[in-house]
């Protein structure tokens, strides 16, 4: 039956979506802002309502007259705030429902999402108390009618026993403490529901509160159409002595009010409770069978190199945004399909979403909209990311070797210069494919910063029987031509205030370096800490630049780290595998940023020991991260892996 329902509902939904995107476009599509929406109306209900304050008495015989001088003599400007202050309110109950009628329909309410929509129940009521105190407050015959069916109502509770009814019965009860009551609850009411509002929206990753521009401004002049076509007016002044017969009635918020005088109270309590405790507790009635599915997935996305944990039933964008990974997307409801992916392995359930956000054929090469699909199983993912179509597409270069430097027994420094006037605009980080004769590329990264665009700074390793690294080591002279593409990768520091920890292993030194100065060039004054492991010191090549950095900048640390020290080294630094170091170093790894330079197998080695204390899973990167064996294939040579 609830499967039945869901189904309706969706394609009621998804009906009405399409129409709307025919008539606004995706991207001003106002059912996909419901929430932004909500938020906006509740700002122009408190300034509204701020300003009306100012001008309103807060007596028994003086509030009915201040609201109608408020309203006729200032029509301008107060009776407009009046008219808006009450239809914003009307407005904001009613995106409040459609917002959770839409999560309800598609299934979007329980598991991890709970907690959301728990608040959001709660926070319907909060709203409907603030808007009938409202209604207390200008004392004309309409708040009559709601004060005293209010307190009809509440008396049904045991501890009044008919004790509110009494200060209505006759005219002359009713005094100021009243209205300083009365506007108390409703200056209360909706500080908690901003609060609320605010909690409501915190396990939503990236969630926005302000709807677009044309959006904000359509709602207003919608709110100053209706106020100048329809103005809200007093009905009357309150009169204790003489029952209230007939009235303008507001549906949106006073729903309840005719059945107090229709039905017992006590079906009514009933209802309301029953009905508030239903949706309050729909998140586990009936309980969502995970069908063998584990309670979390792993999703390895492309090109960051990163591996999230999805919740069970979370979207793939979701589980993206959480992990900090910067994932394209507008809507969230399968409209626009800016957030469109390719799955390269595992299985997902591509959820609902509107034809032409994602097409047929595009479904059947692997594609899905990243906020509506969700993992059945461990995948991997692959996107366009809108940061890499920002930056300067690589292109191809041809270099001369500028200066080489042997920096031990198997390292080169080579410099490559370009011609004059060209340089190549790269990201710390990155790095560049050599292109040899025959076409086969080499991947190395850059070891200069890029304030230093001219000149590339290269580290090679000398690799028994590599072509290329060969070649470096016994052939290659200053004056030779190199043919390299880039700039390539996105293995760049992340823009956070977050501590950053690098990992270096033997020549994954580069990259760090090239990181290091620009991020000292920029001015970042994040803690920064180096641990560069290798086996014997004449492996720590260039070891005076770290450690002129470490007496230069007071947040930059170095620790080097030998691995096989001979008692002839008289080494008495840090020993060991260098994750043990760090792990010695930071009881709790939690927070950081960790930047991981080196070989496959040593970056494989390491990151399970740092997750295991702490390290997040989407705060860890590597330039020699694998997600499957293919991909491996791919992104590391067999002769000579990336310096």
């Known amino acids: 039956m609830l499967k039945l329902i869901h189904k309706t509902l969706q394609w009621f939904f998804m009906r009405v979506e399409g129409l709307f995107n025919i008539a606004f476009g995706d991207k001003l599509n106002p059912l996909y802002h419901l929430g932004t929406i909500t938020f906006f109306q509740f700002w122009l209900v408190s300034i509204s309502g701020l300003y009306l304050y100012i001008f309103m008495d807060t007596g028994v015989t003086d509030a009915y007259l201040s609201m109608e001088r408020l309203t006729h003599k200032q029509w301008w400007l107060g009776g407009i705030m009046r008219s808006i202050h009450r239809y914003a309110s009307d407005g904001m109950v009613l995106t409040m429902l459609l917002h959770m009628v839409r999560h309800f329909a598609f299934d979007k309410y329980r598991g991890f999402r709970w907690f959301s929509w728990a608040t959001g129940v709660i926070l319907i009521w909060l709203v409907y108390i603030s808007g009938i105190n409202g209604f207390m407050l200008p004392w004309d015959r309409l708040a009559q009618f709601v004060t005293v069916a209010t307190a009809e109502m509440l008396d049904w509770i045991p501890m009044f026993r008919g004790a509110l009814i009494r200060n209505f019965i006759f005219e002359g009860a009713v005094n100021d403490r009243l209205f300083t009551l009365l506007s108390f609850v409703h200056l209360g ?31 207003t002049l919608t709110m100053l159409a209706l106020s100048l076509a329809k103005p809200v007016v007093s009905q009357g002044p309150a009169n204790l002595s003489v029952e209230v017969a007939a009235l303008d009635f507001d549906w949106f918020l006073l729903p309840i009010y005719p059945f107090i005088y229709e039905w017992p109270l006590e079906r009514l309590w009933m209802l309301l409770i029953g009905a508030s405790a239903l949706l309050f507790f729909a998140p586990w009635l009936p309980p969502k069978l995970h069908r063998g599915i584990k309670s979390e997935l792993l999703i390895s996305v492309h090109p960051d190199n990163k591996t999230v944990k999805a919740r069970f039933d979370e979207p793939i964008l979701d589980a993206g945004l959480r992990a900090e990974i910067n994932l394209p997307f507008d809507c969230r409801n399968g409209g626009c399909g800016l957030c469109k992916c390719t799955v390269l392995n595992g299985e997902v359930d591509p959820g609902v979403y509107q034809p032409g956000a994602l097409s047929p054929a595009e479904r059947a090469q692997g594609k899905v909209l990243m906020c509506c699909a969700t993992p059945l199983s461990d995948i991997e993912i692959e996107y366009e990311p809108e940061v890499a179509l920002a930056r300067a597409a690589a292109k191809e270069y041809v270099g001369t070797v500028a200066r080489m430097e042997k920096l031990t027994h198997d390292v080169m420094g080579v410099v490559v210069k370009l011609p004059e006037g060209q340089q190549i605009p790269f990201t710390a980080g990155q790095y560049i494919n050599i292109i040899l004769d025959d076409g086969e590329r080499r991947a190395f990264s850059f070891a200069s910063a890029p304030h ?81 492991g290798v086996r014997r010191p004449e492996d720590l090549y260039l070891v005076g630049l770290p450690e002129q950095w470490a007496r230069e900048h007071a947040n930059f640390k170095f620790v080097p780290v030998l691995s096989e020290p001979h008692p002839e080294d008289n080494w008495s630094g840090r020993t060991g595998l260098v994750h043990e170091a760090i792990l010695e170093d930071f009881p709790s790894l939690a927070g950081n940023e960790i930047y991981a330079c080196g070989s496959v197998r040593m970056v494989e080695a390491i990151f399970p020991k740092l997750k295991g204390q702490g390290a997040e899973e989407g705060m860890c990167f590597s330039d020699a991260f694998t997600l499957s064996a293919r991909s491996m294939a791919l992104q590391v040579p067999a002769e000579e892996p990336k310096a």
Do not use: C
């Not at 500080?191 to 044309?214: A, D, K, T, Y």
């Not at 016994?474 to 990992?503: C, H, T, W, Y």
């Open 189 to 219: 009411a909706p500080l908690f529901v901003v609060m609320l509002m605010w909690i409501h929206v915190q396990r939503v990753p990236r969630s926005h509160v302000n709807p677009p521009r044309p959006i904000w401004i359509a709602v």
């Open 452 to 532: 230093r665009a001219q000149d590339i700074e290269l580290q090679i390793r000398l690799v028994p029987g590599g072509r290329f690294t060969t070649h470096v080591f016994e052939k290659m002279q200053v004056g030779d031509a190199i043919r390299f593409e880039g700039p390539l990768g996105d293995f760049v520091l992340r823009e956070s205030n977050r501590p950053i920890l690098f990992v270096a292993g033997a020549t994954g030194f580069a990259p760090v370096k090239s990181m290091v100065e620009d991020a000292f060039h920029r001015g970042l004054h994040r803690p920064i800490h180096l641990y560069w």
